[in-house]
């Protein structure tokens, strides 16, 4: 018998007491799920900005994914979300791996293979496996999602059509689209980085590193710079779970010279709810509306 996942509420939330749920088929619905968060966002076409916003904590247990669990309960409880007129559902998935294949080297009937090789391992037979084509830089991202979350979603959703998008390809669209195509772009979660540097508007470098402490974040940024013989003042560009005051940024700062947090993706708007958000931190999941 499954435990039950209880007393979830959010760890951040912004709401504009404007949103009427009788606009939702008006409005886009961004998700963005991972091992450790489920976060969402909601685009309300007929004021033409960001309304709502909540994030949440995924508590898992050793090897057991609590992913599928939470969304049950989160769902169960909230006063919306399992609306399904929505006008369109982006769901983007921070994968536990995937990678980038360029176009002339990619076959569709090897993409297990291709996720084997960057996992180090075979992928679990619960995954499934998708690609996404990075069309701006003639790459194909492979990546997976377990099928039981997939397939939950769909039938969440069965009037709306579920493409997954990796959140790696939401994140390039939005420096793309934003014109900051240039130098290192760094994305943190709580215990991985990816590494992302473009040269000339060109892509050159995308990679993704586990680590346990501050130094061995700082050790995979150091050792990437040195590969690709960047100076310490390449522009560096922060993304997801940072902030000025913690050991990370204390850390990264001692050693680059020109970084800055990013801000909100510059071709959407945002209701006036969302000036004190902390831009950076949400950047993927809003600029997975750019893919649409």
């Known amino acids: 018998m499954e435990n039950p996942v209880l007393n979830i509420s959010p760890s951040f939330e912004i709401k504009d007491d404007r949103f009427d749920t009788n606009q939702i088929a008006d409005c886009h619905l961004l998700i963005e799920v991972s091992r450790d968060r489920f976060r969402f966002t909601v685009y ?20 057991e994914n609590q992913l599928l669990k939470t969304l049950k309960t989160v769902y169960q409880e909230h006063q919306f979300l399992a609306a399904n007129y929505w006008k369109t559902i982006r769901l983007s998935v921070n994968a536990n791996h995937f990678t980038l294949i360029p176009d002339e080297y990619y076959e ?114 150091l050792f990437v710079m040195n590969e690709l013989g960047l100076p ?9 779970e940072i902030t000025s005051f913690s050991e990370r940024y204390i850390q990264l700062t001692q050693s680059l010279s020109d970084v800055k947090f990013a801000l909100n993706p510059t071709k959407i708007r945002f209701s ?15 600029s997975s509306f750019y893919l649409y």
């Open 108 to 221: 569709a009937d090897e993409v297990a293979k291709y996720l084997n090789f960057a996992a180090g391992k075979n992928v679990s037979e619960r995954e499934q496996i998708f690609d996404f084509k990075q069309s701006r830089f003639g790459a194909v991202c492979i990546f997976g999602i377990e099928k039981d979350t997939f397939a939950w979603f769909k039938e969440m959703y069965p009037a709306r059509k579920i493409d997954p998008v990796p959140v790696i390809g939401s994140l390039i669209e939005g420096i793309v689209q934003d014109k900051n195509n240039d130098g290192l772009h760094l994305y943190f979660e709580d215990y991985y980085i990816t590494i992302i540097y473009f040269k000339d508007a060109k892509l050159h470098f995308c990679n993704r590193f586990h680590f346990r402490t501050s130094q061995d974040m700082v050790y995979h940024v």
């Open 232 to 240: 310490v003042d390449t522009p560096t560009m922060f993304y997801g």
């Open 44 to 63: 309300n076409t007929l004021h033409d900005v960001i309304m709502w916003l909540e994030d949440y904590h995924v508590f898992s247990l050793l090897n």
């Open 272 to 286: 006036q709810y969302f000036d004190d958000l902390p831009e950076h931190r949400y950047y993927t999941l809003f």
